[in-house]
């Protein structure tokens, strides 16, 4: 590997960072407030914004699909600036309007920044560095989400700023540095011929193309499918609601507490998947991220008995539970699709793979919110969300391997 490749491979990765941070605060920022005092059509009013803004984003994947996959190379920088813009106006309707009536403002917010992965990640995607570029990219999902509530609660705590402003205002306050990083990123330049050599030339896919991937992958993609969606369920139950699941733990907790857990796991996450740049055969990579994404699950499981039997206390259980399933949620928005279509001498691209995985992920994590809530489960988000972790690690660890043992038999 070229000594010349690393300051351009850590400048890529520093900016995908920092602009998918920006991002991230368009879209997480308003879990960190209750909302209580609202009801519509008989069901609690953060749990109908929640809902409403997954769903907008699950229809984004769904279109994602042949959107991503097709897209061209031409005019991201604005295609994002747009899409961004679009999200933040809808947080401004939102304040404007009365509640609970304006929640279907979620709706314009969560489809547009369903985009933004495919767009950023089609800067980065087809080198020999996209291993640890990537990681910086998926990374961001944590650190920006702590990092944007973080933000939302000092805005209320400190500037007297609403629940309903409080959206409004923290993208204001990360909007002048998406600007600045959308510039950046525009500069970084192209894969070389070494680059395309190693990982495979990335293009557009057609439908046919598309169709082809499936019919020859399909059961193993399936299983893939599968465990995202599982993971994904647990990531956005975990990300909506972790303000409300410590409230009923009943343990104290201020606004650096979300910046703190997600901060460490980012920094694990990012040493792990940056790590597997030096794995030079992109088979084996493949299957050492199933072996990590095994680990994540088992890590979940075991973490999550120990916090039931009163062995650790809410913050490292908050924390072992948030690395256990970014094990398995990071490597599919970084390194998994990556080298999955190098190993096997795909000529595609991530994005569309991905959003296949995201479409049906958010498609899961809209009928598990309706269900607890339609069904009117008794649980707290806390009971429930263990008993959830239990259920989806058990059928993760099992699919995992499953499809890993798929994969090999494919390879030979």
């Known amino acids: ?16 960072f920092c602009l998918y941070t920006c991002l991230f605060s368009f879209r997480k920022a308003f879990n960190v407030a209750a909302f209580d005092g609202y009801t519509l059509w008989g ?35 604005r295609l994002i600036l747009l899409l961004t813009g679009i999200a933040w106006f809808s947080w401004l ?14 709706l314009f917010n969560g489809f547009p920044l369903g985009m933004l992965w495919g767009i950023v990640f089609s800067y980065i995607e087809g080198r020999r560095m996209t291993d640890l570029i990537s990681a910086a990219l998926a990374v961001s ?23 309903y402003w409080m959206p409004f205002v923290t993208g204001a306050v990360f909007f002048l540095p998406l600007l600045l990083f959308i510039y950046l990123v525009e500069k970084i330049p192209a894969p070389t011929e070494d680059d395309i050599a190693h ?32 993971v994904t369920i647990l990531r956005e139950v975990r990300d909506s609601f972790m303000a409300d699941m410590w409230r009923e733990a009943g343990e104290s907790f201020d606004s650096s507490v979300f910046a703190q857990t997600e901060t460490i796991i980012s920094l694990v996450m990012l040493i792990v998947i940056a790590s597997m740049v030096t794995v030079r055969n992109n088979f084996r990579a493949f299957s050492i991220t199933h072996l990590i994404m095994f680990a994540g ?14 062995l650790v206390d809410t913050w490292w259980w908050m924390l072992s539970i948030g690395l256990g399933l970014y094990m398995v949620y990071i490597p599919f928005n970084s390194i998994l699709f990556e080298r999955f279509i190098a190993a096997f001498g795909i000529a595609g691209n991530v994005g569309f793979l991905i959003y296949l995985a995201d479409a049906f992920g958010y498609l899961g994590s809209v009928g598990v919110l309706l269900s607890k809530t339609v069904f009117r489960l008794e649980l ?4 429930f969300y263990t008993t959830l972790v239990m259920i989806t690690g058990a059928i993760g660890v099992v699919a995992t391997l499953i499809s890993l043992v798929y994969f090999k038999r494919k390879s030979r």
């Not at 699950?297 to 009163?310: C, D, E, H, R």
């Open 1 to 16: 590997m070229r000594k010349a490749q690393w300051p351009q491979a850590l400048y890529s990765a520093l900016v995908v």
């Open 199 to 230: 990982r495979t030339v990335r293009l557009p896919m057609p439908v046919d193309a598309r169709r082809n991937l499936l019919r020859e992958y399909g059961p193993g993609l399936f299983l893939l499918v599968i465990i995202y969606m599982l």
């Open 141 to 163: 999902f944590i650190f920006g989400s702590g990092v944007s509530k973080s933000v939302a609660l000092y805005t209320m705590n400190s500037w007297s700023v609403s629940e």
């Open 43 to 77: 069901l609690d009013y953060k749990i109908i914004l929640v809902i409403t803004q997954v769903f907008g984003y699950m229809a984004s994947k769904f279109y994602g699909i042949r959107f991503i996959a097709e897209l061209g190379r031409m005019g991201r920088g």
């Open 297 to 310: 699950f088992v890590l979940s499981l075991a973490i999550t008995v120990a916090y039931k039997q009163g």
């Open 380 to 383: 707290s988000w806390l009971n």
């Open 93 to 106: 309707v939102f304040a404007l309007l009365p509640a609970p009536y304006n929640f279907w403002c979620l």
